[in-house]
């Protein structure tokens, strides 16, 4: 049981090129997360996901976009990046009930030059 | 509103020794409570999760914690440190908001452990 799987591990981009981050959960949860995790900041989320097919925005959106067509894949896109989204980036997912934990990914980390 | 603060950004102990980190939470009802562990370049794992079944909660690795109601605490203890516990720490209240799950996470605290 491989729980939360991210890909890439690590990624370096120049400053305008996009690219997309794939989480993938084989535990049929029902919500999926992505944070992004800075020096002193904690993890802070950026979008979240109740089902397939939708999509919502959370703390820090701008700049992302996401898309889960598969209940079990939840992408991140970065569309044109900029050294600001240099960050380590977290999936999650958790089913429905709130006193459940959400299980994390191992983290992508992304450099922006 | 709810909060999660944990005392200490950094703890210290020596490898054998018993390991303290404190957590407080503000709430206006008795909420569930995780403890997560994040060794370096690795996820989050959870190490226990308290849901009102029982006060006392015992983790993984020998972690326990303790949901204290009238001390609004829930610190996780460790009788003996380990080199491999040397980590950061998360104290996380889950709430549902705005249709979802979220996650509010304390600022963490890392654990050194000297031989």
């Known amino acids: 049981n491989a729980g939360v799987t991210q890909t890439p591990k690590f990624r370096v981009l120049k400053t305008g090129q996009s690219m997309t981050l794939l989480c993938a959960q084989d535990?049929?949860?029902?919500?999926m997360y992505w944070y992004r995790q800075d020096p002193g900041m904690g993890l802070r989320l950026i979008h979240y996901?109740?089902?397939?097919?939708?999509?919502a925005k959370g703390e820090v959106p701008d700049g992302y976009n996401v898309s889960r067509l598969k209940k079990q894949n939840f992408l991140l896109g970065l569309e044109s990046a900029a050294p600001s989204q240099t960050s380590v980036y977290f999936c999650a997912s958790t089913d429905r009930r709130v006193e459940q934990p959400q299980h994390f990914g191992d983290g992508t980390r992304l450099s922006i030059l | 509103a709810q909060s999660v603060t944990q005392l200490d950004s950094h703890v210290s102990v020596s490898e054998g020794t018993p390991v303290l980190l404190r957590c407080n939470y503000s709430?206006?009802?008795?909420?569930?409570l995780f403890w997560y562990v994040q060794h370096p370049n690795k996820g989050l794992q959870l190490l226990l999760k308290?849901?009102?079944?029982?006060?006392l909660v015992k983790g993984i690795n020998g972690f326990e914690a303790e949901f204290k109601k009238s001390e609004t605490s829930f610190h996780l203890t460790k009788p003996s440190a380990h080199m491999s516990d040397a980590a950061e720490y998360f104290c996380?209240?889950?709430?549902?908001?705005?249709?979802?799950?979220?996650?509010?996470f304390g600022a963490g605290t890392r654990l050194a452990v000297h031989p």
């Open positions: 535990m049929n949860h029902e919500y």
């Open positions: 996901s109740v089902g397939e097919g939708t999509t």
């Open positions: 996380v209240a889950p709430l549902l908001s705005g249709g979802y799950n979220k996650l509010i």
């Open positions: 709430s206006s009802y008795s909420p569930s």
């Open positions: 308290y849901t009102s079944a029982a006060t």
